[in-house]
């Protein structure tokens, strides 16, 4: 095991120092590697990753305003969901175009569902690694969750760009206005949670994302998982029940 | 209110029941035999028995991912209701709006 003995200063919080362990290190345990003072630990909130802000509560600032945020995201997904549902097959006359059972391609679908899904997978892995301060395997776990995101990104403008070709346009008919509109908005929320996960990648290579800020990473973390349950909602109910 | 002594308990506690790698590999696996057998449904015929299934793969996907990658189940019981808070209210309210449309008693003519 190669522990680096550099000493890593959160600077905004001014925790304690912490070692950092190495690539392809195996630490004895999660608490060892974070390296936060037993008081810090008291406070961090009740998962064991490192944070430095205190709060009345004991528990992050930053961690409950990303919960209270999801759930708040809830009622939006809820509210596109619930139109969708009561919009798909309804509409005007002379608005005809294509419907869901025309333009769905449901194997295709299912391989970027698959995809997303094991973007979870490697993000919780990389919160995992640099809650043990594996900074460099850390890295990779973000830089794969960012590329397998970009795949499905990628997969649903191939998806869209074939439904206008075979004549679904956003204003073609209710179901198309219902399906983009809330595809849409979820792919927003893939490609922003992207752009925060390179952004933790060049935070990382510049030093700047230690082991005492793991719980950056897991905040960015439960926004990544929130988009991948919004995911497995839409899946089901939108292509699977048609 | 729970003392400092409670929290180290409760961080300690946590710690020893944290998923290791391979236990996130193996709920990865487990995710995706269940959209297999979701996809595998698309060639059947849809009837009710099928719409139940799907549903309740469905929650049991919901379910695994907000348990185990999000740390719901290991974390404090505040972030899983201030989460569980939105999600119902959510549900409480586009229920409303399905009743009101006249979308349960087949009056919607969507």
């Given at each position: 095991?190669s ?9 905004a ?6 070692k ?6 195996e630490?004895e ?9 037993a008081?810090d630990?008291d406070?961090?909130g009740?998962f064991?990753y490192?944070?430095g802000h205190?709060s009345a509560t ?6 409950l305003a990303m ?8 009622l939006?997904f809820?509210?596109l ?7 798909r ?11 869901a059972e025309?333009v769905?391609?449901i ?7 698959f995809i ?7 993000m919780?892995l990389?919160v995992?690694?640099?809650?043990r301060?594996?900074l460099?395997?850390s890295?990779?776990w973000?830089v794969t969750?960012?590329m397998?995101g970009?795949?499905f990104?990628?997969?649903q403008?191939?998806e ?6 075979e004549?679904l346009?956003?204003t073609?008919?209710i ?9 849409g ?8 949670g992207i752009?925060m996960?390179?952004?933790l990648?060049?935070m990382?290579l ?6 005492d800020?793991?719980?950056t990473v897991e905040i960015?973390g ?10 497995i ?6 292509y699977l029940?048609? | 209110?729970?003392?400092a002594?409670?929290s180290?308990?409760?961080d300690?506690?946590h ?7 391979l236990?996130?590999?193996?709920i ?6 269940i959209t297999a057998?979701?996809?595998a ?6 009837n009710?028995?099928?719409i139940?299934a799907l ?6 996907k919901?379910?695994i991912?907000?348990?185990?990658f999000?740390h719901l189940k290991?974390?404090?019981?505040i972030f ?11 549900l409480?309210v586009?229920?409303v709006?399905f009743a ?5 008693v087949?009056d919607?003519i969507g």
């Open positions: 095991m522990i680096d003995e550099d000493v890593h200063l959160d600077e919080a001014g925790t304690t120092p912490a950092v362990v190495d690539e392809g290190s630490p345990g999660h608490s060892s590697a974070h390296g936060l003072s008081m630990e406070l961090a009740s064991p490192a944070g205190h004991g528990l992050s600032n930053e961690k919960w209270v945020f999801l759930g708040s995201d809830c939006l809820g509210g969901i619930s139109t969708y549902l009561l919009l097959n309804r509409g005007p006359v002379g608005l005809d175009g294509p419907r025309d769905f391609d194997p295709f679908t299912s391989v970027t569902t997303l899904l094991m973007s979870s997978m490697t919780a990389a995992a690694a640099i809650t301060g594996e460099k395997r890295r990779v973000l969750t960012a397998l970009a795949t990104i990628g997969g403008v191939y869209f760009t074939t439904f206008y070709r004549g346009g956003y073609t008919n179901f198309g206005s219902a399906f983009y509109t809330l595809t908005f979820h792919g927003v929320h893939v490609t922003v752009i996960l390179m952004s990648v060049i990382s510049r030093g700047r994302l230690t082991a800020r793991a719980e960015v439960l926004y990544w998982h929130f988009v991948d349950i919004v995911w909602l839409i899946f089901t109910v939108v029940i048609p | 209110m729970s003392t002594t409670d180290v308990e409760t300690a506690e710690e020893t029941r944290h998923p290791s790698d236990d996130y590999v193996k990865a696996i487990l995710l995706g035999v057998l979701e996809v449904t698309y060639w059947l015929e849809l009710n028995f099928v139940v549903w309740g793969m469905m929650i049991v919901f379910v991912v907000i348990s185990y999000m290991y974390d404090s019981k899983r209701w201030l989460f569980l808070g939105g999600l119902f209210m959510a409480a586009y229920v709006a009101a449309s006249g979308f349960f087949g919607w």
